[in-house]
């Protein structure tokens, strides 16, 4: 299998680099920003005995989650592959919040700030209701009314879902071993914004 480094900004700093047949992961679920995600790879790859130009494709979560996150991490991600002439992947952040559950068929639900969540449905490899933004009155609603699906939450809405919660060095590891195969030009590597900054929003806007 190829060697991949990728990371998750959309909730906090995930990291996890797969070299030498070992994998290697680190989390801060309390920063974003490029203070914390630099020194992380760094250390990964310290661990590894790596260099960057020794990883084989590089990933990253595209989304939805945290508009400043997603740009550090992505542009991370993009510069490393523009710089290095190596492909990328994306995933979308609900869709690894889901591989934390057992059952094929999932609804992922994920924090978006003051009372409004992202929303996505799956069946297997099957997106039946892509990521969408809903107040959450309307996800727990949205759950209600699919009672044979099992949901997946960010660690933010543990307390208010209930589901399996959060991502882990498991779920990197799944997403990135199943998306990798999606291969990208680091210009193809985009965010997933399903919400309009909070200075975009007008009335009637979640």
Do not use: W
């Amino acid at each position: 299998m190829k060697s991949y480094l990728m990371i998750d900004t959309a909730e906090g700093t995930r990291a996890l680099l797969y070299f030498g047949g070992e994998y290697y992961y680190e989390e801060n679920l309390k920063n974003a920003g490029s203070e914390t995600l630099m020194p992380m790879i760094d250390g990964l790859l310290k661990k590894a005995g790596a260099n960057l130009k020794d990883i084989d494709i590089f990933g990253a979560c595209v989304g939805p989650g945290s508009f400043t996150g997603l740009r550090i991490g992505l542009t991370t991600i993009k510069t490393f592959c523009y710089s290095l002439n190596k492909p990328c992947f994306g995933v979308n952040n609900l869709r690894l919040n889901s591989y934390n559950n057992n059952s094929d068929k999932v609804i992922s639900v994920a924090d978006a700030g003051n009372k409004v969540c992202y929303v996505a449905r799956f069946d297997g490899d099957v997106t039946l209701d892509p990521a969408s933004c809903m107040t959450l009155d309307d996800a727990l609603m949205f759950v209600k009314s699919h009672k044979d699906f099992a949901v997946s939450t960010d660690n933010k809405l543990a307390g208010i879902f209930s589901g399996t919660v959060g991502v882990t060095a498991r779920e990197m590891r799944i997403g990135a071993e199943k998306h990798m195969s999606e291969e990208l030009s680091y210009k193809e590597l985009l965010p997933l914004y399903i919400r309009k900054a909070q200075p975009e929003r007008g009335e009637g806007d979640l």
